[in-house]
C-alpha cells in the first residue's frame, strides 16, 4: 500500500512551484489514475514515488513506512514518460537491460526477457533497433522492460501518450488484459498518468484529478465499473457519464485562476 501525505516540490531554488500538499493512497490490487493538465506535476509526482527525487515536504510511505528514496528504487517498476530505449542497443538488449543491472547474468536476463516476446506482440524483432519500431511496439518494449523487474507495484506515466486514438484503444484493452493476467497470480497495484478522461475511466479503480501547477489533488473519483473491463462496461451509459464527468472537472480546474 502506497500513500502520500502532503508531499511539495519546488524547483529553480523555489521558483518553480511544481506540487503542493498532494495526499494519495494506492491500496494493495489497486489501479490507480492520476489525471491532470500538461505541467501539473503529473511526472514529477511519480519521480518523487519511484525514488529519482526526494519531496521537499510531505512523507511517502509504503505499507505504513517511510522510505527513503533508494529503498522506493528497489520497491516499484517505473515506465517514464519517454520510452529511453537505448538507440545503440537491440531491442532485446534494451528489454533484458534493467534485469542486468539487477545482476542477473546477461544471458539468464535475455532469456527470460526472450520468453515474453510473443505476448507482448514484439516477436521476430528481437534483433531490431527501437527506430526500427513503431511508436505502439516501443512503447510495448519499455512496458516489458518494466514488467520484467518483476515489481508488485508499476508507475505508468503516459504509456500511450504519443499514439493515435485505435491504437490507443487496443492498447489500452492490452494493457488491461495483461495486467489482469499478471496479477491473477500475485497482486499487484499501478498508478497510471494519463491526461485523458477516457483512458483513466477505462482502466482505474479510482482517479485522482490535479490542478494546474502547482499540482493539488482537486478531487477523487471511484469508477465502479466492474472487473475484468469488457468493453460493455467501457462503453457503458454509466462509463460515458463518469467520463463526462471527469472532462467537465478537468476543464473547469484548467480554467480556474
Ligand atoms: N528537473 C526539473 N527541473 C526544473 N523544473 C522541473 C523539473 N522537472 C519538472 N519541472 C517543472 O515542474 C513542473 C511540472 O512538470 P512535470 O513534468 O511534472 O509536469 P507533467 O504534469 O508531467 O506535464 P505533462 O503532462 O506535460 O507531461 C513544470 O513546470 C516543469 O517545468
Ligand atoms: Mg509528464
Redesign the pocket.
Known amino acids: 500500500m502506497l500513500a502520500l501525505r502532503d508531499v511539495a516540490k519546488t524547483?529553480?531554488s523555489g521558483n518553480?512551484h511544481?506540487l503542493d500538499d498532494v495526499s494519495l493512497a494506492v491500496g494493495d490490487g489497486e489501479f490507480v489514475a492520476l489525471v491532470?493538465?500538461?505541467?501539473?506535476?503529473?511526472?514529477?509526482?511519480l519521480?518523487l514515488i519511484a525514488g529519482l527525487d526526494t519531496p521537499d515536504d510531505g512523507e511517502i510511505l509504503v505499507d505504513g513506512q517511510a522510505l527513503d528514496a533508494e529503498q522506493r528504487l528497489a520497491r516499484f517498476g517505473y515506465m517514464p514518460?519517454e520510452d529511453l530505449l537505448f538507440p545503440w542497443r537491440s531491442v532485446l538488449d534494451n528489454v533484458s537491460l534493467g534485469l542486468e543491472v539487477q545482476g542477473l547474468p546477461r544471458a539468464a536476463a535475455r532469456e527470460r526477457a526472450l520468453a515474453q516476446f510473443e505476448t507482448f506482440g514484439l516477436a521476430g524483432f528481437e534483433d531490431r533497433r527501437p527506430r526500427e519500431l513503431s511508436g505502439g511496439m516501443r512503447q510495448r518494449a519499455a512496458f516489458l522492460r518494466t514488467v520484467l523487474l518483476d515489481r508488485p507495484f508499476l508507475l505508468l506515466?503516459?504509456p500511450f501518450g504519443a499514439l493515435d486514438a485505435i491504437t490507443r484503444a487496443q492498447l489500452q484493452t492490452w494493457l488491461s488484459e495483461m495486467l489482469a493476467e499478471m496479477w491473477a497470480q500475485s497482486r499487484g497495484s499501478a498508478l497510471l498518468?494519463t491526461?485523458d478522461p477516457q483512458e483513466a475511466v477505462t482502466l482505474a479503480d479510482r482517479v485522482y484529478l490535479?490542478s494546474p501547477?502547482p499540482?493539488r489533488i482537486t478531487s477523487v473519483i471511484d469508477v465502479d465499473l466492474p472487473r475484468p473491463r469488457s468493453e460493455a462496461a467501457t462503453t457503458s451509459e454509466h462509463a460515458h457519464r463518469l467520463i463526462d464527468e471527469l472532462r467537465r472537472q478537468t476543464e473547469q480546474t484548467a480554467l480556474a485562476p
Do not use: F, I, W
Not at 36 to 45: A, E, F, V
Open positions: 524547483y529553480d518553480t511544481a491532470g493538465p500538461s505541467g501539473c506535476g503529473k511526472s514529477t509526482l519521480n514518460q506515466d503516459e498518468v491526461h490535479m501547477r499540482g
